[in-house]
């Protein structure tokens, strides 16, 4: 086992110092998502630290996953648990706040709660960390009950979700102080528009009930016209999707690298999000595909649901639709199909450059560090996950 533990350099002096009292503050990072692990965690995980680290005194924490992409083993983690007790014990740094990356792992924040210099408590929440507590299985309803007793024991943390539904979610297990920070995406169109065939849409994400692409198969692709074909790109995660790509209209993919996939989002008539209702709580946290492919020069439907609604700016870097409602989701394909190629070019350069604005990893590590502060982010009004 490895445990990664960095100083991040910055150009001030420290948060907190007595001589400096208008310093950023001293920041503890602590993730059990990073690389060589692969997944949304871990790329958030590693992203906000390098936009932190250019302007606070920021220390990291993490526990790195396995050669071959998968997280961490329960050895490891229970090292890396071993490992924050002593950081508590035997670092003489007061920190003015302990970040944990994930839900799941508050547990990791307790040893700092008896800290002569006690520091702000944030935690992360990012969908299935939370989702999970929302299944009516005997594992979810013990998940819930160990999400309200880190919310009780945790009572002054703050909590950092990636869109309203998430927040919904945390708020639904306990937690009360909820800021919602949207993520970031680094793809961004490096070359022009290039002319699309007009016949391929593409779905791109992992193979799952809840991401809708077989719903989309069987309930979508009837609607539209034989010449158009499915394009998928993802590993294969469930077998009653996988089945799916047997198709005679689904050309499936795998796996792409980042190159090719960009190439797949500017190419396709238009990139499906078809995520839909799952009766175990299950929903999508945030949705990164829709702002990815839209920065790459696609556009973008997907599902009016989740945090879906937070990924996309319905009609600036993208449309929302009706989830589960296939005719709604045939009228939209077959209207952005009919598109001139200037009005494919004026909405796919607005989308991006909009994209560009607020998708951005500066405009997270801003917000995040505006929780920190103790700031106000925009209100959020939470009811339900549509």
């Known amino acids: 086992m490895s445990i990664n533990c960095q100083r991040l350099p910055r150009p001030m002096a420290a948060c907190g110092s007595d001589s400096d009292p208008m310093a950023q503050p001293r920041i503890l990072f602590i993730t059990r998502k990073w690389a060589p692990a692969i997944g949304g965690m871990e790329t958030y995980s590693m992203r906000l630290v390098e936009a932190l680290g250019e302007s606070t005194d920021l220390r990291v924490l993490s526990l790195p996953g396995r050669a071959d992409g998968r997280p961490p083993g329960s050895t490891a983690l229970l090292g890396f648990a071993l490992r924050i007790c002593r950081e508590r014990l035997f670092t003489s740094r007061d920190n003015d706040v302990v970040h944990i990356g994930d839900m799941a792992s508050w547990p990791l924040a307790l040893p700092f709660l008896v800290a002569k210099h006690r520091p702000q ?53 306990g937690w009360a102080d909820l800021r919602v920070v949207p993520l970031a995406t680094d793809i961004a169109a490096d070359s022009p528009l290039q002319e699309i065939d007009g016949r391929t849409l593409l779905f791109a994400g992992r193979l799952i009930p809840l991401k809708g692409c077989g719903w989309f198969v069987d309930q979508v692709l009837p609607l539209l016209p034989d010449t158009m074909r499915l394009h998928v790109a993802g590993p294969p995660w469930d077998e009653t999707e996988r089945r799916r790509m047997n198709h005679p209209r689904v050309d499936y993919l795998g796996t792409l690298d980042r190159e090719a996939l960009a190439g797949e989002y500017r190419n396709a008539i238009c990139i499906v999000v078809p ?16 702002p990815e492919a839209a920065g790459a020069g696609g556009v973008v439907l997907a599902s009016r649901t989740g945090g879906l609604i937070d990924a996309v700016l319905d009609g600036e870097t993208g449309f929302l639709v009706t989830a589960g409602d296939a005719e709604a989701w045939a009228e939209k394909i077959m209207a952005v199909a009919t598109w001139t190629r200037e009005e494919r070019v004026r909405f796919t350069d607005g989308a991006r450059l909009r994209v560009q604005e607020h998708f951005n990893w500066d405009r997270v590590a801003r917000e995040t560090l505006t929780t920190y502060l103790g700031g106000e982010l925009l209100p959020i009004q939470l009811s339900s996950r549509n």
């Open 275 to 290: 995520n839909v209702a799952m009766g175990n709580g299950q929903f999508e946290g945030f949705g990164l595909v829709a």
């Open 121 to 173: 408590i944030v935690l992360s929440a990012h969908g299935t960390d939370v989702s999970y507590a929302g299944r009516k299985s005997w594992r979810g309803r013990c998940y819930r009950l160990y999400q309200r007793i880190g919310a009780y024991l945790l009572s002054g943390a703050k909590v950092i979700a990636n869109s309203k539904a998430t927040a919904q979610a945390a708020r639904e297990s």
